[in-house]
């Protein structure tokens, strides 16, 4: 069994549970024989994830504000988890600039609000807090970032994933560390990717909303560069840590970066292409550029993963174009075929990539 079977029969909370990230991840825990318990404060897009593959059904969800400290406690307190995933942010840059408050309160005292429930729990828990590449201070170097370098933001989001940082290093070293009873963990990955996302301002989702309407999907920076990961690559990670957190095998209040292969470092305009031909269009013809930027975007960011490497024995799983054919798969079921048994294929497309890890020998997938 996957991530030696840790998780099986486990209370685990996932805060952010209806987004994409969160729908994913609570998927392939009910794979893994868990209990899991979910939190957020509403459905964030519509169609989405969560309702396509009625996990409302499969889980067990509260709803409720993040930032809500008593209310989170509260909900902790009745669970008492054997895993916590941090996932719920604010995590749409564009709307980061029509609402920079909002962002700052929901991802540094919503995360702030976690981590005074978890200085409450009596019991043993293990914690991972997920946050962002973009809590780097990105001064667009052709390197990619390590676990120690200097964080920041020079706009709301980043600076908002970069305070967060900052206030679990500030628990962990004031409370937390002394906690024998809890282990925890930071990770950090961007520019995810796959079946699912609906948020807004995704090129991912953009495209295909165009393709599936027959329409020329318009991009803005088609020379912005990405290292493009498949949503699975960093939801491994982040199962891999937690799990060798749980055994004791990797030191406890460490960061990790989990990012894809080189290969994978792919043009806004090279992505939207290749998808444009797996859904079955002429790719040269499938997309225009827009003048139209409505925010600032970082061209280049990544990350260096040596350290999961040496420590986890983690490495990404999917070449680029593995990673384009799930995504097209999954959207052409949703929008072609009008599949109604997407939960179904998002199990199939765990399975596989499973798999996938299983031929490459990585430690979690035996």
């Known amino acids: 069994m996957a991530f030696n079977n840790v998780f099986k029969d486990k209370k685990v909370v996932i805060t952010g549970d209806t987004g994409f990230k969160g729908s994913w991840l609570s998927t392939w825990l009910l794979m893994l024989g868990a209990k899991v318990y979910g939190y957020a404060n509403e459905i964030p897009t519509t169609p989405s994830m969560f309702e396509?593959?009625?996990?409302?059904?499969?889980?067990?969800?509260?709803?409720g504000d993040i930032r809500d400290k008593e209310k989170m406690n509260n909900f902790i307190?009745?669970?008492?988890?054997?895993?916590?995933?941090?996932?719920?942010?604010?995590?749409?840059?564009?709307?980061?600039?029509?609402?920079?408050?909002d962002t700052v309160t929901t991802n540094v005292v919503g995360t702030a609000s976690v981590l005074e429930a978890i200085r409450?729990?009596?019991?043993?828990?293990?914690?991972?807090?997920?946050?962002?590449?973009?809590?780097?201070?990105?001064?667009?170097?052709?390197?990619?970032?390590?676990?120690?370098d200097r964080l920041g933001g020079k706009d709301v989001y980043s600076g908002s994933k970069g305070a967060a940082e900052?206030?679990?290093?500030?628990?962990?070293?004031?409370?937390i560390k002394d906690m024998p009873n809890i282990k925890l963990a930071i990770t950090r990955a961007?520019?995810?990717?796959?079946?699912?996302?609906?948020?807004?301002?995704?090129i991912i989702v953009d495209c295909v909303k165009a393709f599936s309407e027959g329409k020329t999907v318009e991009i803005r920076c088609p020379k912005a560069t990405r290292p493009w990961q498949h949503v699975l690559e960093p939801l491994?990670?982040?199962?891999?840590?937690?799990?060798?957190?749980y055994e004791g095998k990797v030191a406890n209040g460490e960061a990790f970066n989990f990012g894809p292969r080189a290969e994978q470092t792919k043009t806004v305009f090279e992505l939207t292409q290749d998808l444009a031909e797996k859904w079955g269009l002429d790719k040269n013809n499938a997309a225009k550029i827009t003048g139209n930027i409505p925010f600032r975007e970082a061209t280049l960011l990544k990350?260096?993963?040596?350290?999961?490497?040496?420590?986890?024995?983690?490495?990404?799983?999917?070449?680029?174009?593995q990673c384009v054919d799930l995504i097209a798969e999954w959207y052409k079921a949703y929008?072609?075929?009008?599949?109604?048994?997407?939960?179904?294929?998002?199990?199939?497309?765990?399975?596989?990539?499973?798999?996938?890890?299983r031929k490459q020998r990585l430690a979690w997938s035996k």
């Not at 396509?52 to 709803?63: G, S, W």
Request: aromatic share 16%; hydrophobic share 35%.
């Open 236 to 245: 491994s990670g982040y199962l891999n840590v937690a799990q060798y957190l």
């Open 190 to 202: 961007g520019n995810v990717i796959g079946g699912g996302d609906w948020a807004k301002d995704r």
């Open 52 to 63: 396509v593959t009625d996990l409302d059904k499969k889980i067990n969800h509260q709803y």
């Open 120 to 148: 409450n729990i009596t019991w043993n828990c293990t914690c991972v807090i997920i946050t962002s590449d973009k809590a780097y201070d990105n001064v667009e170097w052709i390197w990619g970032y390590r676990e120690n």
């Open 166 to 175: 900052l206030i679990i290093k500030s628990y962990w070293m004031s409370f």
């Open 303 to 321: 990350l260096n993963c040596d350290k999961v490497l040496a420590f986890l024995n983690w490495h990404s799983t999917l070449h680029y174009e």
């Open 77 to 101: 307190q009745e669970v008492k988890p054997d895993f916590i995933f941090h996932l719920a942010a604010q995590a749409i840059v564009s709307t980061s600039y029509k609402d920079p408050f």
């Open 335 to 357: 929008y072609i075929e009008k599949r109604n048994d997407m939960y179904e294929l998002t199990k199939q497309q765990i399975e596989y990539y499973t798999n996938e890890a």
